[in-house]
């Protein structure tokens, strides 16, 4: 990690202990501090904590269901036990973990700073959001205790509203209720990057992390009602008996399946929109440059999001639709896959010219790109029809949006945190350990995920405990990546524990970056900033030249002047 | 309230104003009266964005409804006498008449003047809303009476009548739900407002309030001809 | 040892989709080789303190650039997608000739039926290098048919039929395998698909035991379960004729038209109040529960085996018409006389 003095003059931040307001952290001790903050910094913490917690939970699903794989018979699991586990790491992973990760961490804790605002713009609403996230979690996990939940995050009818014995309509209702939380936190971040932004931060001279967070929010708040109506629907045709979806009773059961991807396809988004805005600042910063092509990387976001809507067919290729309606699906399908282009040619361009530095959350973001491109990719296998059929609910699929969410995503989240960790808890990590886990979780990805789309070329199934003897050597080759992916994930997890309690205080700025953010202290203060944040230029004023980007307002207050 | 109204109220001497701002409002760089405008804007453009998130989700069910209807016309016109449409039209009036007085309540509060004003309007939105309740109540015993839950002993003959009637329990009840907790936010402006001279006056919680009272009354108005008009129309 | 890296190709299908799957490959390999490439040449050649050339690029460059990767992505992506749908275009209508065979699917087996009746548990036999067609349905939950040597995949639904064909083009054994989650057993719903040579296919339908066929069998169900009481010519209930009608449009009350296909028969079965045929009262009773699925697609074999086309149609204004229909003339409705313009305008507004 670099020890280049802060260009603010502040480089001993024990001094500044003496003057200054005291950080957020240092803010109240108190439990109660902490469950009743309405602080945005202190409720990214409380999110950063739990849904580590559910990682974990649902990491170790994953590798008792990795572990069952490395035979094609079924040795250790019971046929029921190994449903209930992938239902409970998909369940957990997507709703527990992925959606609420960057924006509801990373995103809590920068939004407000990266505008120059003091908070978001409804505090008790950010709070109520995480008490929502924690009580839906605690259903999902309570019917794990229960005894499982083994219909798949789908939530497939007739399946899961007729002949599934397990827990649904308590999952059902977990997951309906953390939905809430999502749209809370989207209203919060429109709102609040709509009226809060400092003076002088125009629209295009946010940094795209910020798009990418207004973004994602749009999904959440209008992707998410209509999971939660479909949820809602299944709860009550399970637990009140009224038939929405009973084909018996006319029902359509292809009718859930569109009302459930209207919103699980943009939910990819929702996973990966923040993914994108996080690299963007990380790549930016490592290369010493401008982002290549400002305004088309904001207008990919936007078509993205806009796009991602009308996609959803693609996962219902093989369930039955119009031949027309397939067709129009498939062309909205590749079409999405343009923006997303662009995004990578432009993080690509970004390097040109750049001064390339190799610290930890520059090979995250590295690491991102190329994922990010090979799951790109594989998803026009996916909007090609015929291909579709073939791979529909194979290992392809499940390796395909394992590229996208874990790959990209996961090492998006891993080298966000890496990054403003400094500025989050105002210490410093072993940046050899760092950089270590970022390229072990590069090639455990790759090693575990991999072989997964030559296993589904070949015809394997998902959701099969006991599989075809042909498809062991993919399967075991994945196991063994599964294990060193493990490895990967809880080497962060024992080193950012260790800086936490004997970490090198951090600098204001250690990495010379020009965000707002880095122009206060680490970790800022409850109010953020010292007097009012003035924006006078676009993003990313870097300058390959000379290392040091050129600064923006507002400089910290020289000593002597701090009131 | 236009940024100049509230210069001019704390001109003249608005001492709640500055009680009335919250965070991060409240630590906006300007005067007070700039920041308090920001804050009102804040608040409804926040209830704006929940409500379009609140169309997506009736607008879900609403589309279920129509896929299942179109599958099964017959049926869904069968079920659809078998509704009460005394009670829905009566529900129909007292909705729309509490949406009424909902908007001059938030209105009159706006213009900070007639205190007495909004106070019975918000009774009488309170008030409307619970009679709105009342009847609902007595149409579910009725419905229960004729076997219109959907199972076992379920009156009609033909199946997809249960899917209809599965949609009127469940949307019902959901806006029932909507209801209550716009019934509660009206009640306790009111009783603020009572207790508290001041309250009423250019709240933005009014607003808040009256916008998405107003949401709750529109689909009540798409619900009334999707579950009491089918099959009655000739 | 490492096992194969592309499944086995043993229908026309496969051939499409494996042509399209390794262009795209290929198409893919190149871009990441292309992404990744880049990556490293500009993260080496501009690796901090190196001496390279760092002078900032002119607004226009970047533009260009940005514009003509943008407009080379849609044309890649566009011209795959024509590609792609072009070959789903042309798969999507099945060959006239092709066999037809039922499949059932509950939790957890599959059960087939060929066209003559011999019925099968988990296998499925059938020629080589003829066309098959599927006729799928469930009993309980969302199953989905998937052959990986056939690239065919399908979704088998309860209470709705759901169609697919192929065409082996080998012989040999091949996996069946369900690809939709179907509760505790799903990875234990496997099957094998059989293909053999014409002359041997034919002796092992030979050998099978005596099934009746299901028209036959669909015959007997319709004059058991009452249908032949409406449904049958001179019956003294007012109720469509059924011969004739296989995949003709039907003229529906309120002036709409339905293709009496499988799935119009099925739902008129099982409501038939839904779609009655102009000029009939909607008197006839639900069938749910009283037939299963099995039942259901006897009868409906039978009423295709009923045929579909006329010899001649009756002249405008001529009550009787002629067929070559099993059984000889019949005496139909106008409604239901495929082509025919309905004169019988008093008829139809008597019942109504």
Redesign the interface.
Known sequence: MSTTASPTGLADPDELDLRLPVSYLADGHSVRSWLLT?DHKRIAILYAVTITLFFFIGGAAATLVRLELATPE?DLLR??TY?KLFTLHGVVMVWFFLIPSIPNTLGNFLV?LMIG???????K?NLISWYLNVGGGSLAVAALLLGGV???W?F?V??ST???NTWVSLTVLGVFTTGFSS?AT???F??TI???RA?GMTWFRLPLFVWAMYTTSLMF??????L???L??VF??RT?????F??????????FQH?FW?YSHPAVYIMVLPAMGVVSELITCF??RKV??YS?MVYALVAIAVIGFFTWGHHMF???MS?YA??VF??LS??V??PS??K???W??T????????ESPMLYA?GF??LF??GG??G??L?????D??V???YFVVAHFHYIMVGASVSAYFGGLHFWWPKITGRTYPETWARFAAILMFFGFNLTFFPQF?AG???M????????P?????NVLSSAGAAVLAVAYLMPLGYLTWSLLFGERATNNPWDASGLEWRTTSPPPR?NFFG?PRIQGGPYNYH??G?APVHDQPRLPSRGSLT | MSRADVEACLREGHPDIEARMREPWSDLETDHATAFARQRDGAAFGIWVFLASEVLFFGALFLTYTAARLANQEAFAAAGRETNIVFGTLNTAILLTSSLTMAVASQAADKGLFRRLTLWCLAATAVFGLAFLVVKGFEYREDIEKHLVPGAHFALSQAPAQIFFGFYWLVTVVHAIHLSIGIALVTRLAVMGWRDVDFLKENPQVEVTALYWHLVDVVWIFLYPMLYLPGRSG | MVGRLMPETASLQALLTDRIFIGLTIASAVILALVIGLILVFSIRFRRGSKANRHPLPEIVSREFEIGWTAATIFLFVFVFWWAASAEIGAYSVPPDAIEIHVVAKQWMWKTQASNGAREINELHVPVNKPVKLIMTSQDVIHSFFVPAFRLKRDVLPDQQTEAWFQATKTGTFHLLCTEYCGTDHARMLGRVIVMEPEAYASWLSAQPEGDDLAHQGERLFSERGCAGCHAPGSAVHAPNLAGIWERPVHLEGGHFATADAAYIRDSILQPKRDVVAGYAPVMPSYAGLLDDGEIQAITAYIRALGSEPVSVREPGTPQVRSNVPGGVRERSPAMVPGAPVLDENEAGGSR
């Open positions: 309405t079924a046929a029921d449903n407000p605002a003091r908070d978001v713009a409804f505090p609403l083994d219909t798949g789908t497939y007739p399946y007729v002949f599934s749209i989207g209203v919060n429109i709102a709509h009226l809060l003076p708040v209008l992707a998410t009602p209509v939660a109506v479909t809602l629907l009550a045709e009140f008996g009224l038939p929405i009973d084909p018996a009773r006319g029902g359509d059961p292809i009718l009302l209207f290369a010493r290549f092509g088309f093989t369930s039955g031949p397939a067709l498939s062309f590749f079409v896959a343009v282009a662009i990578v040619f432009n690509t361009g390097l040109y010219r750049g001064q390339v530095g190799f590295l790109v190329g491109t090979l990719l594989t026009l296998f909007a090609s029809i015929p291909v059929v073939h529909q609910d194979t030559i070329y070949l015809g199934p998902r959701r099969y405990h006991a599989y075809p042909e498809f062991q050597i993919w109010q009012s390959p030249e290392v």
